[in-house]
């Protein structure tokens, strides 16, 4: 069996300026934007592996990376949702983008009440991509997803004796190929 993990094509709305200071809502407006933003079409090298299922992200840039990768039905998924994040406050201060980038992870490794996705319920949403979508059957998958996602899938994946690539940050577009 073997499980293709991917990243979507890169997105066509910029971070803005590490140092751009933005109050909560102009983060969580970013966000949105962001979200809904569409991708850099890249060229893709075709696999070698014919992919039986494909699942994918619900999300925009991920659904139009999936039908670059794969010509069968896509099943979208908002269990392949990147992580939310929240701004930890909603006080009216104004902060660099990455620093709200690094306190709305934060607040979630922390179980912070200000982030809508808790640790237990992204770990719940993990095991039931593994155990309900990928595992189930038998059948060489490819999952079309997002960079922070995919940290948790791969390490999980190789938790059941699955074998693949390390990575820190998954490039866009690139197709990670883990066996068992």
């Known amino acids: 069996m073997k499980i293709g993990l991917v990243r979507h094509f890169e997105v066509e709305y910029q971070l803005p300026s590490k140092l751009k200071l933005m109050t909560p809502n102009q983060f969580k407006q970013w966000l949105y934007e962001y979200e809904i933003s569409d991708i850099k079409e890249s060229r893709v090298e075709p696999s070698s592996i014919k992919w039986e299922k494909c699942f994918s992200s619900d999300l925009p840039r991920a659904v139009k990376t999936a039908q670059k990768l794969f010509a069968g039905q896509i099943i979208e ?104």
């Open 77 to 180: 998924t908002k269990a392949l949702r990147e992580l939310a994040i929240f701004p930890p406050t909603n006080r009216n201060i104004k902060l660099p983008i990455l620093l709200w980038l690094f306190l709305g992870r934060m607040a979630w490794m922390l179980s912070d009440k200000s982030q809508v996705e808790s640790k237990l319920m992204f770990d719940e949403r993990l095991k039931y991509i593994l155990e309900e979508i990928i595992l189930k059957e038998d059948d060489d998958v490819l999952l079309v997803s997002h960079g922070f996602l995919m940290i948790f899938l791969r390490k999980e994946l190789l938790k059941r004796g699955f074998k693949g690539p390390n990575f820190k940050r998954a490039e866009n577009g690139k197709i990670y190929v883990f066996e068992k």
